[in-house]
C-alpha cells in the first residue's frame, strides 16, 4: 500500500525547511543499514515513547544513508528510534539519525522530525533530541518534547505517594528563522519583537482572538506572516 508523505530536506541555502512530496512504501525486503543496527536490549528503568503504537515511517542517517517504510518508535527518554524489521527491534540512537517522519495510521496526520544539531542555538537552548517541524515557509514552528524524572515518593505511614519512578513528558515550542532557533516567548509583546509583528497582523490577531501560547492558533498567526513575504 503506497502512502504519500512529504520528505523533509534540511537545505542550508534556502533557510527555511521545505518538504517536496515523497512516498513511504512498507519495505518487505529489509537490509542494508537497518541489518548493521544493533537489536534492542531490553532494560527494566520507565521510558516514554513519542507515540504508544508503531508508525510506519522513514528515517534519514546522519551518513546520508536512509531506511524506508519501516515500523518506528521514538524513545524520548533515551533518545533513540526503535525499528522493527523481520521480528526484530533494532535500535538507532539518536545522534546517528539527521532526520526522520512517521505516518499516523488511524488521522493519516504527517509527523516530520529534524535533529537538533541541524539549527543553530544559543548557550540557553542546547537541547539533544529532535523538534517537530510544524509548518514550512520563512518562519517555522518547531516542538520540542521534554520530559522530567520523577523519584519514587511513596510514604507508608500516609499511605501516599508512587511506589515507583515516574517519568512526566512536556512540551516546549521554538521559533526557527534562517536555522536560528529562539524560545516561544511569553509574553505577546516579547512574541511580537520576535517576529517583528506588523500593526497589519496585531490587528489581524486582535480581530481572531488568537494568541500566541494557543498551539493551532500559532500556527495560524505564522501561516498568515509566512504568506506576506
Known amino acids: 500500500m503506497l502512502i504519500v508523505v512529504l520528505c523533509i530536506i534540511l537545505a542550508q541555502s534556502y533557510a527555511q525547511l521545505r518538504y517536496p512530496t515523497g512516498a513511504i512504501n512498507v519495505n518487505t525486503s529489509p537490509g542494508g543499514i537497518?541489518?548493521?543496527?544493533?537489536?534492542?536490549?531490553?532494560?527494566?528503568?520507565?521510558?516514554?515513547?513519542?507515540?504508544?503504537?508503531?508508525?510506519?515511517?522513514?528515517?534519514?542517517?546522519?551518513?546520508?544513508?536512509?531506511?524506508?517504510?519501516?515500523?518506528?518508535?521514538?524513545?524520548?527518554?533515551?533518545d533513540q528510534i526503535e525499528i522493527k524489521t523481520s521480528g526484530i527491534v533494532r535500535v538507532a540512537p539518536g545522534r546517528m539519525v539527521q532526520a526522520f517522519e512517521v505516518i499516523n495510521p488511524?488521522?493519516?496526520?504527517?509527523?516530520?522530525?529534524?535533529?537538533?544539531?541541524?539549527?543553530?542555538?544559543?548557550?540557553?537552548?542546547?537541547?539533544?533530541?529532535?523538534?517537530?517541524?510544524?509548518?514550512?515557509?520563512?518562519?517555522?514552528?518547531?516542538?520540542?518534547?521534554?520530559?522530567?524524572?520523577?523519584p519514587a515518593n511513596y510514604n507508608p505511614a500516609l499511605d501516599v505517594g508512587s511506589r515507583t519512578p515516574t517519568i512526566e513528558t512536556k512540551e516546549e515550542f521554538y521559533l526557527s528563522q534562517d536555522f536560528q532557533i529562539s524560545e516561544l516567548p511569553r509574553k505577546k509583546r516579547d512574541f511580537y519583537e520576535l517576529v517583528d509583528m506588523t500593526e497589519k497582523f496585531k490587528n489581524l490577531i486582535k480581530e481572531n482572538g488568537w494568541s500566541h501560547k494557543n498551539e493551532k492558533e500559532l500556527l495560524k498567526i505564522i501561516e498568515a506572516i509566512n504568506n506576506s513575504h
Open 106 to 150: 488511524t488521522t493519516g496526520q504527517l509527523r516530520y522530525f529534524v535533529r537538533s544539531n541541524s539549527f543553530r542555538q544559543n548557550k540557553e537552548i542546547i537541547k539533544d533530541g529532535f523538534f517537530e517541524v510544524l509548518n514550512e515557509g520563512d518562519i517555522n514552528v518547531l516542538k520540542y518534547f521534554d520530559f522530567t524524572r520523577i
Open 34 to 78: 537497518v541489518e548493521e543496527i544493533k537489536p534492542l536490549i531490553e532494560a527494566e528503568e520507565i521510558t516514554v515513547y513519542l507515540t504508544d503504537n508503531w508508525w510506519l515511517g522513514n528515517v534519514h542517517f546522519e551518513n546520508g544513508k536512509k531506511a524506508k517504510g519501516y515500523p518506528l518508535r521514538y524513545d524520548i527518554v533515551n
